[in-house]
């Protein structure tokens, strides 16, 4: 059975960092991309940031470039999602997907983890 588990949320002050992590079991993701979307309450759920399974060709919504990194450990299956310089605005439910299409849409992608809580206060 596939599975993706997030975790490293958490409550952090406006400039902080942290660090998300999204480890996969169940299956090989050789030909699979990995994406980070969030979703704030009333809001769509957004994309927010993907890289292939192998590690490569990373990609990022404008509202994150810069201040976001996503990375992966092939050595522990996990890939993850380094945030500095976090902004009240990035508060948000975030979730780690997998999907065999390098998009941008929830739709483009089919296996999603639980999701992990960001909140960033001012």
């Known amino acids: 059975q596939v599975q993706l588990v997030e975790s490293g949320g958490g409550l952090v002050q406006a400039g902080g960092s942290l660090r998300l992590s999204c480890a996969a079991s169940?299956?090989?993701?050789?030909?699979?991309?990995v994406a980070w979307f969030r979703q704030a309450p009333g809001k769509e759920r957004e994309f927010v940031a993907r890289?292939?399974?192998?590690?490569?060709?990373?990609y990022y919504a404008d509202s994150v470039k810069g201040r976001f990194t996503i990375s992966r450990d092939s050595a522990k299956n996990t890939v993850y999602l380094q945030m500095n310089s976090l902004k009240p605005e990035d508060t948000a439910r975030y979730y780690c997907?997998?999907?065999?299409?390098?998009?941008?849409?929830?739709?483009?992608?089919?296996?999603w983890g639980q999701g992990t809580q960001v909140t960033v206060s001012s």
């Open positions: 890289i292939t399974w192998t590690g490569i060709s990373p």
């Open positions: 169940g299956r090989t993701f050789s030909t699979y991309f």
């Open positions: 997907a997998a999907g065999r299409i390098a998009g941008v849409g929830r739709g483009e992608y089919d296996i």
